[in-house]
């Protein structure tokens, strides 16, 4: 469902994570940290806690402080970086909750990209055995991916994610503007989530984002808030089907099968998630089309499409195809011992399958 309506900062558009009783809404405009009750009107309790970074504290802290000024106020600020995505940061927030004596009643505000994002919801998820949390996601991956769909947690050093829970936000609040401080590295590592959407969902989006690349690299304001609508819209509808990811939700993790092994394999913060999933994306249409599922120009396209966006789309020398085997082995889609990967059919039409050649695959990770 999608409403518009005029607010301070302009247009604002609202779509909705339709969970019956836990359904929240995605709120995306160009300045909406101005609007301070889409925030606070999300809040039941008294007390607040702000969790964010070193990097994003300058940027936007005081502005959001600013917006709960009303209410019993913390801030914690965590090191900056996926290899902090641990439980050692995750201790962090529960030592400053405890420190505050928050109680049950309170809500956790993560500001940040993914990785403040998915640490702050398994922090709320897990304080005195579950309490709220807003999300205010400031990167284009989180805004399009991380912050919708209640898919927390932090990573081991054995395994990307591999602790975690669901646990769904109060509302998601996408301020656009604060893409104007994302460096262009950020930017395409998000843009590799968006052609995710095309490629596993959505011909149309594909390739309406072949045709408007270059005003996205640019960062023009009009497509960059179609782009995250659009994956927000397409995000919104999967989880909505199927939240816990018994089924069609595991098509949200086309090509992070190879990409978490990358960044497992390369030690977190290294590669950017995004980066790793771009790689892995072209690496899974790859071993698509050796099985005659997936045309070569679909192929082809991807490749372009990846490339243009400035994204790698080759594995760094260190992953030979022993060390994908290996770190892939821990995958979450690993069911029964076996590996489960997501494929392609066409740009657009995405399956899951335990069903593919051990051989082809072989060939896709001596050929990467
Ligand atoms: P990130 O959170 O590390 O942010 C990237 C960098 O940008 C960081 O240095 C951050 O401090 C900085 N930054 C954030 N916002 C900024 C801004 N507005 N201006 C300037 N700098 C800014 O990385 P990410 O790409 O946002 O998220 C990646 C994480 O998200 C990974 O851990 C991944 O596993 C996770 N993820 C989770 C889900 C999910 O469903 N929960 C989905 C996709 C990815
Ligand atoms: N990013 C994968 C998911 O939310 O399911």
Redesign the pocket.
């Known amino acids: 469902m999608l409403f518009q309506y005029m607010c301070i900062s302009g247009l604002m558009k609202t779509l909705t994570v339709e969970l019956g009783e836990r359904s929240y809404p995605i709120f995306i405009g160009h300045g909406l940290l101005d609007e301070q009750a889409l925030l606070t009107k999300h809040v039941h309790g008294r007390q607040v806690m702000v969790v964010t970074?070193e990097?994003?504290a300058p940027?936007?802290l005081d502005k959001v402080r600013e917006i709960f000024s009303a209410f019993e106020l913390a801030t914690v600020i965590l090191p900056?970086?996926?290899q902090y995505?641990n439980l050692d940061t995750l201790n962090l927030i529960f030592n400053a909750l405890l420190e505050n004596k928050f109680n049950r009643g309170c809500t956790l505000v993560a500001l940040?990209?993914?990785?403040?994002?998915?640490i702050t919801?398994f922090a709320a998820a897990s304080y005195q055995r579950g309490v709220a949390f807003l999300q205010i996601p400031?990167?284009l991956?989180?805004q399009v991916?991380?912050s919708v769909?209640g898919?927390?947690g932090v990573?081991h050093p054995q395994g990307?994610?591999m602790i975690g829970a669901f646990h769904q936000p109060g509302c998601v609040l996408i301020d656009t503007n604060?893409?104007d401080?994302?460096?262009d590295r950020?930017l395409a590592?998000?843009l590799a989530?968006v052609i995710k959407y095309g490629l596993i969902r959505d011909a149309a989006f594909f390739d309406w984002l072949e045709k408007n690349i270059g005003l996205l690299k640019a960062r023009d304001k009009q497509a960059l808030a179609w782009a995250i609508e659009r994956s927000c819209a397409l995000k919104a509808e999967i989880v909505a089907a199927d939240e816990r990811e018994s089924g069609q939700r595991a098509l949200l993790n086309f090509g992070h099968t190879f990409g978490h092994a990358i960044e497992t394999g390369t030690g977190y913060g290294a590669w950017?998630?995004?980066e790793a999933v771009a790689t892995g994306m072209l690496m899974a249409a790859d071993l698509s089309a050796r099985h005659g599922w997936l045309s070569d120009e679909a192929v082809t396209r991807t490749e372009k499409l990846l490339q243009q966006a400035s994204l790698p789309t080759c594995p760094p020398d260190e992953m030979d195809a022993a060390r994908f085997l290996e770190l892939m082995a821990v995958d979450k889609k690993v069911v029964d011992g076996g590996l489960r990967l997501v494929l392609l059919r066409a740009v657009g039409d995405a399956f899951l399958s335990s069903d593919f050649d051990a051989d082809l695959l072989d060939k896709t990770l001596a050929a990467a």
Do not use: C, M, P, R
């Open positions: 970074n990097t994003i940027l936007y900056d970086g996926e995505k940040g990209g993914g990785v403040v994002g998915d919801g400031t990167t991956l989180a991916d991380s769909g898919k927390t990573n990307k994610n604060t893409l401080t994302l460096d950020q590592a998000g989530e950017l998630h995004g």
